[in-house]
């Protein structure tokens, strides 16, 4: 309430005491239009022959760039999932006990079961391997591109080997 009382008072001091030559001295006018910077912008590169879109040439793929985009795709197919798994267990007819013994009469193989076994493991322990190492880079360690590229074999390594050990469980 008292901040609303003195409003007024605020202004008619910075008025009086400014004038209103101040903000018309100090103004800067309004600059071109967007368009017409773009237009200056696609003629000054066609001029030097720049590419229309310099993701097509400047930007190639690397692997710190490849592990942050399969660190969303995980983070969206974990959440995925989880939520379909959650939603099966209330809708199916049955316990997980009968869903079991329906898989083992199915009679599938080692070497199948432990391939879908890793490739369950695998999105999680990737998921949580590279989650670790962002952590990491929000304390501010080992952000050089040497030790970004290190730190994302090791990631994939460790997430290989977890996941196998996992999958052999």
């Given at each position: 309430?008292?901040a609303?009382?003195?409003?007024?008072v605020?202004?008619?001091?910075?008025?009086?005491?400014?004038?209103?030559?101040l903000?018309?001295?100090?103004?800067?006018?309004?600059?071109?239009?967007?368009?017409?910077?773009m237009?200056?912008?696609?003629?000054?590169?066609?001029?030097?022959?720049?590419?229309?879109?310099?993701?097509?040439?400047?930007?190639?793929?690397?692997?710190?760039?490849?592990?942050s985009?399969?660190?969303?795709a995980?983070?969206?197919?974990?959440?995925?999932g989880?939520?379909?798994f959650?939603?099966?267990?209330?809708?199916?007819?049955?316990?997980f006990?009968?869903?079991?013994?329906?898989v083992?009469?199915?009679?599938?193989?080692p070497?199948?079961?432990?391939?879908?076994?890793?490739?369950?493991?695998?999105?999680?322990?990737?998921?949580?391997?590279?989650?670790?190492?962002?952590?990491?880079?929000?304390?501010?360690?080992g952000?050089?591109?040497?030790?970004?590229?290190?730190?994302a074999?090791?990631v994939?390594?460790?997430?290989v080997?977890?996941?196998?050990?996992?999958?052999?469980?």
């Amino acid at each position: 309430m008292a901040a609303l009382l003195w409003r007024p008072v605020g202004r008619y001091g910075l008025r009086g005491r400014l004038g209103p030559q101040l903000c018309i001295r100090h103004a800067v006018p309004l600059g071109t239009s967007a368009k017409e910077d773009m237009e200056r912008y696609r003629n000054k590169s066609a001029g030097l022959n720049r590419p229309i879109s310099p993701h097509v040439t400047i930007h190639s793929w690397s692997l710190p760039m490849a592990m942050s985009i399969s660190h969303r795709a995980t983070g969206i197919a974990l959440s995925a999932g989880v939520s379909l798994f959650g939603l099966s267990a209330l809708l199916l007819p049955g316990t997980f006990e009968s869903h079991l013994e329906l898989v083992k009469a199915l009679c599938l193989g080692p070497v199948l079961i432990h391939s879908a076994k890793f490739a369950l493991a695998f999105p999680f322990m990737f998921h949580t391997w590279n989650g670790i190492q962002h952590l990491m880079w929000d304390l501010g360690r080992g952000l050089t591109t040497p030790q970004v590229t290190r730190s994302a074999v090791a990631v994939l390594v460790l997430s290989v080997l977890s996941s196998a050990g996992l999958a052999a469980l």
